[in-house]
């Protein structure tokens, strides 16, 4: 802030401005990124779909084609495996396993979408997000029709910005908690230095709140 001497009142310096249009932008991003992955649950969802997690009536049987569910998905990667080892794990522990996996899918995108969107243990879910946008390309790049691009700047760079930054120069839930985190930490509590590791905020952490 910087003083106005014709009215002796504080104005907003040039590096305060900055520092706002930075939040805003990164806040923008934020959503976005957190929002793609929210449209990744619709079509997999646990009530979605005749047989449950988008799966149609067709469960792992790519013969009868149209194949669009969770379940159909896993087979895809199965069947196109881009690498041979990460193949045979969807096909003999995965798919004999799928409802523990596609819960386990589910959550886990559930957690990204929260976390990324709102802003809350914002390192974490850009952590989990980058690893589990790496899992997806894995599996997928290989299907036919998949393109690299949309799983490296769709999710996994996209996420890897807040794996790094955390909750910083960003409006966000961690950012409105930062005082509380740190002297939650500040007392020596373990709980409280894991949570503000996961957040990646500190005290005035967004520049301008």
């Not at 522990?93 to 596609?102: A, E, G, H, M, R």
Request: with cysteine.
């Amino acid at each position: 802030m910087v003083m106005d001497s014709n009215r002796g009142i504080a104005q907003p310096s040039s590096r305060t401005w900055l520092l706002l249009v930075i939040a805003i932008v990164l806040t923008l991003f934020r959503l976005w990124i957190g929002y793609n992955w929210f449209t990744e649950l619709g079509w997999k969802a646990p009530w979605a779909g005749s047989g449950g997690f988008g799966c149609d009536t067709y469960h792992f049987d790519a013969s009868q084609g149209n194949l669009h569910g969770l379940c159909d998905w896993m087979q895809r990667e199965a069947d196109h495996p881009a690498v041979g080892l990460y193949g045979d794990f969807v096909r003999n522990l995965v798919i004999p396993n799928f409802w523990f996996f596609s819960w386990l899918t589910i959550l886990t995108e559930v957690f990204i979408t929260f976390s990324l969107f709102f802003g809350f243990l914002t390192r974490l879910g850009g952590i989990i997000g980058t690893l589990w946008g790496v899992s997806l390309l894995i599996g997928l790049v290989g299907v036919p029709g998949e393109s690299w691009t949309v799983y490296v700047l769709g999710f996994i760079l996209p996420s890897l910005v807040f794996a790094v930054i955390g909750a910083r120069f960003q409006f966000s839930v961690d950012a409105l908690l930062a005082k509380r985190y740190e002297k939650w930490a500040g007392k020596g509590n373990f709980w409280g230095k894991l949570v503000r590791l996961a957040t990646g905020a500190q005290p005035g952490s967004a520049g301008v709140i």
